[in-house]
């Protein structure tokens, strides 16, 4: 098993060296970056979004700011050197990693304190009775523990605005409702629009059933390019959002399966909402329809 300690303040994470070791996957640094990192008590290392924003090369003195700590000698910043750039594919590249010892000994309050212990085991089925053991050994002190895993304090942070669940679940509902009821007004009324129109197609030789399949099908037509205008929309927001969001929900995406689950809704809605005007249609008597236009 491996840990990291280390304090978080925004995106600038004060931490152990042995911090990519654990990460040395999702974090992706060269090894001599690593080394004048190592090797730097002031060395930081950024990801290559911030250093590029910022135009940083390595090597550079940089004044770091926080609007949380301050330093003890009253200075307002921490001098500190550019060891390097990490990239990652999954991540953020708007972070920058710095040196806790460097920190601790200069920072005016929250000494020798930390904010996260991370923790990588061997066997994941062991997390749980890992988990309960860092737990006991920090019970009824100052500084108890609540042991969890990254997908845990994911949704962690997302549950602090609401129960997303139960929020998404109440909207999907009450917008799913408010869809059928727009899209059965408008079969019903478009099947009202066209009573003489069903009353040619029978008199041409169109079965019941044939009327009553080319109304299902504009039901489901509606609903289907609707459902893809929608999806396309979601997919673009949620890769905006995954961008901004890469530093709380690295996997901010729409899973695939979501797509099947809103087709098959939207297959579902254009058969209910079609259904009623595609019976009318298709028990429409040719005499009365004619009639009546």
Same mark, same amino acid.
């Given at each position: 098993?491996?840990?990291?300690?280390?304090?978080?303040?925004?995106?600038?994470?004060?931490?152990?060296?042995?911090?990519?070791?654990?990460?040395?996957?999702?974090?992706?640094?060269?090894?001599?970056?690593?080394?004048?990192?190592?090797?730097?008590?002031?060395?930081?290392?950024?990801?290559?979004?911030?250093?590029?924003?910022?135009?940083?090369?390595?090597?550079?003195?940089?004044?770091?700011?926080?609007?949380?700590?301050?330093?003890?000698?009253?200075?307002?910043?921490?001098?500190?050197?550019?060891?390097?750039?990490?990239?990652?594919?999954?991540?953020?590249?708007?972070?920058?990693?710095?040196?806790?010892?460097?920190?601790?000994?200069?920072?005016?309050?929250?000494?020798?304190?930390?904010?996260?212990?991370?923790?990588?085991?061997?066997?994941?089925?062991?997390?749980?009775?890992?988990?309960?053991? $860092?737990?006991?050994?920090?019970?009824?002190?100052?500084?108890?523990?609540?042991?969890?895993?990254?997908?845990?304090?994911?949704?962690?942070?997302?549950?602090?605005?609401?129960?997303?669940?139960?929020?998404?679940?109440?909207?999907?509902?009450? $917008?799913?409702?408010?869809?059928?009821?727009?899209?059965?007004?408008?079969?019903?009324?478009?099947?009202?629009?066209?009573?003489?129109?069903?009353?040619?197609?029978?008199?041409?030789?169109?079965?019941?059933?044939?009327?009553?399949?080319?109304?299902?099908?504009?039901?489901?037509?509606?609903?289907?390019?609707?459902?893809?205008?929608?999806?396309?929309?979601?997919?673009?927001?949620?890769?905006?959002?995954?961008?901004?969001?890469?530093?709380?929900?690295?996997?901010?995406?729409?899973?695939?399966?979501?797509?099947?689950?809103?087709?098959?809704?939207?297959?579902?809605?254009?058969?209910?909402?079609?259904?009623?005007?595609?019976?009318?249609?298709?028990?429409?008597?040719?005499?009365?329809?004619?009639?009546?236009?």
């Amino acid at each position: 098993d491996v840990a990291v300690t280390g304090v978080q303040t925004c995106a600038l994470p004060i931490l152990d060296p042995n911090y990519f070791d654990l990460y040395g996957k999702e974090l992706l640094v060269e090894p001599a970056t690593l080394q004048r990192w190592r090797a730097d008590r002031i060395g930081i290392i950024a990801g290559i979004g911030i250093a590029e924003r910022y135009g940083w090369k390595v090597g550079d003195t940089i004044p770091l700011k926080s609007n949380i700590y301050r330093r003890r000698d009253g200075a307002a910043a921490w001098p500190v050197h550019l060891s390097g750039v990490y990239r990652s594919e999954a991540n953020d590249t708007n972070t920058i990693f710095l040196h806790y010892e460097y920190f601790n000994e200069s920072v005016s309050f929250g000494r020798d304190s930390i904010g996260w212990i991370i923790l990588k085991v061997t066997d994941p089925a062991e997390g749980t009775r890992i988990g309960a053991e $860092v737990d006991a050994m920090f019970a009824n002190s100052r500084s108890e523990t609540k042991t969890s895993t990254e997908r845990a304090v994911a949704q962690s942070f997302a549950n602090q605005i609401g129960d997303i669940g139960k929020i998404l679940d109440f909207v999907v509902t009450a $917008v799913f409702f408010a869809m059928l009821l727009v899209t059965a007004n408008t079969m019903a009324q478009s099947v009202r629009e066209r009573t003489a129109e069903f009353a040619v197609l029978k008199t041409l030789g169109f079965t019941d059933g044939s009327v009553l399949v080319l109304v299902l099908a504009e039901g489901l037509l509606i609903t289907l390019t609707g459902a893809a205008i929608g999806l396309a929309l979601a997919t673009g927001a949620a890769g905006g959002l995954g961008a901004a969001l890469k530093s709380f929900l690295p996997q901010f995406t729409i899973p695939p399966h979501a797509y099947g689950t809103a087709g098959l809704y939207a297959l579902g809605l254009g058969l209910v909402a079609g259904l009623i005007p595609a019976l009318q249609a298709q028990r429409l008597q040719i005499v009365t329809a004619l009639r009546a236009t």
